[in-house]
């Protein structure tokens, strides 16, 4: 990825605004092409009033390109995917153009739950199965966990998650899972896990419920993970690809793709502007395709008989009131009536409750239905204090 990149050659990402910083100094080999790409972009980032050029200078770069002076990468797609490939490709000495259809961050990536997952339930999974495969998932979860913590701390946070214990053995059974999540996470802790007792646990969480699940609260076990805007974070590295010199186009469809002569190699896009409605061409030696959900539509344009390869699912979130969690303190519903686990997260100063996971056509908004709002609101409601009846949705 693209921020551990630039982290490797010593550079430390930081903000003053949306656009990303890179602050430190480092050092490249100047034999090394990538690394040499690398200090050059860190010194366009890093330059005093560095800003991504005019929409119009970006098109120009798009439609600027020819079959005989392709860019290197045309990415479809600027949610978190495409926009990481760009700025990671941009910052490879790589000729890059990226095109996004609405604005970024449109899609999937700004309506996430919005952790840095480091990985927590894999190493549940490692351990029952002594799967050795899950245990490096949790490793590099939780390496990208505290690097884009690093890089982006105007937009990334750790945050306390409170696990609610309605038994002796929950309490066990988390506090040793939960410390065994730190001793992994080593230097890449972010703080540790610790139980509270219920008094404790109540103060933290005052919405806390001290009865639930025809028994009482034992206390709770409060770990930590990482939590982001994630627009934001999209956004940011839209700008910061476009300061290092890749073109980025917002509101810009990919309509059609081009072949070459043989009709085998795809050589190029068509691009419907869709502020002005007006298509031009643009040409590369290599198209991802980072388009999401949506990414089967992209491969038709390409061989209209390939089988689809998604099968799209939903989740939904619910908004509450503030009052429903503190304001620096998640809740964790462990383990819902079918086995799901739900989040109750504070958020721009509400609270954010889900997800769900149910089948879905593609669309671009997808609907909540009535009884994913309700299974939300069963999951929350046995560990809140909060009557449902009294829960208002925004
Ligand atoms: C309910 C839910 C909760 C999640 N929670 C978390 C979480 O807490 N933490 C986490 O790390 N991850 C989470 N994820 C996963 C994460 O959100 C996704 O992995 C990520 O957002 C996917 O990004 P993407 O860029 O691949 O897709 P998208 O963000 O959907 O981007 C695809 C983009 O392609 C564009 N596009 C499509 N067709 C074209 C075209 N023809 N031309 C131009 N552009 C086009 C679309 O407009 C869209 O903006 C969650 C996912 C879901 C569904």
Known sequence: MATWRLRRAGAALAASSTLAA??????????????????????????????PPLRDAQRAALAGSTPAEPLDVLVVGGGA??????????????????????????????????????????????????DYGQLKLVFHALKERKQVIENAPHLCHALPCMTPCFNWFEVVYYWFGLKLYDLVAGRRLLHLSRYYSVDESVELFPTLAKNGHNCSLKGTVVYYDGQMNDSRLNVGLACTAAVVGAAVLNYAEV????KDESGERIIGARVRDTLSGKEFETFAKVVVNAAGPFCDSVRKMADSTVAPMICPSSGVHIVLPDYYSPEGMGLIVPKTKDGRVVFMLPWLGRTVAGTTDSNTAITMLPEPHEDEIQFILDAISDYLNVQESCISLY
């Open 81 to 130: 995917t495409g926009c990481g490939v760009a700025l990671d490709a941009a910052t490879r000495g790589l000729r890059v153009g990226l095109v996004e259809r609405e604005d970024f961050s449109s899609g999937t990536s700004s309506r996430s739950t919005k952790l840095i997952h480091g990985g927590v339930r894999y190493l549940e999974k490692a351990v029952f199965n002594l």
């Open 22 to 51: 890179v602050l430190a100094a480092s050092s490249a080999s100047a034999t090394d092409p990538s690394a040499a790409a690398l200090e050059a972009a860190r010194q366009r980032v890093a330059r005093s009033g560095a800003t």
């Open 255 to 258: 309509v059609s793709l081009i």
